[in-house]
């Protein structure tokens, strides 16, 4: 059973940082695109970085690129989502993303979310 579970969100104040792993269980990482998206209160998801499978390349939204980087531990089977100069606006629950094909909006495995909060 495939199981990707996020953690490290909690509350931050403007101008911190944070880091959100993503560890996963009946699925090897390294072999998938794996991507983190968020999702705000009344708005759509956004997709904010994914890497396209074990050679791909790391891609970011102009939203926060400059401002985040995704990294991967193949020995932990973990994701990582360096989150700096968080903004208010930053504010919502952050998911991780599997697919063995490639990054796109509909990935097929999904963790259940780790709520980040930007606020003073």
């Known amino acids: 059973q495939v199981q990707l579970v996020e953690s490290g969100g909690g509350l931050v104040k403007p101008g911190g940082t944070l880091r959100l792993s993503c560890a996963a269980s009946?699925?090897?990482?390294?072999?998938?695109?794996v991507g983190w998206f968020r999702q705000a209160p009344g708005k759509e998801r956004e997709g904010l970085s994914c890497?396209?499978?074990?050679?791909?390349?790391?891609y970011y939204s102009g939203s926060v690129k400059g401002r985040v980087t995704l990294s991967r531990d193949n020995a932990k089977n973990m994701v990582y989502l360096q989150m700096n100069s968080l903004e208010p606006e930053d504010t919502a629950v952050y998911y991780c993303a599997a697919d063995i094909t490639s990054c796109h909006r509909e990935m097929k495995y999904w963790g259940k979310g780790t709520l980040v909060t930007v606020s003073s």
């Open positions: 009946g699925l090897t990482l390294n072999e998938y695109a």
């Open positions: 890497i396209s499978g074990p050679e791909g390349s790391t």
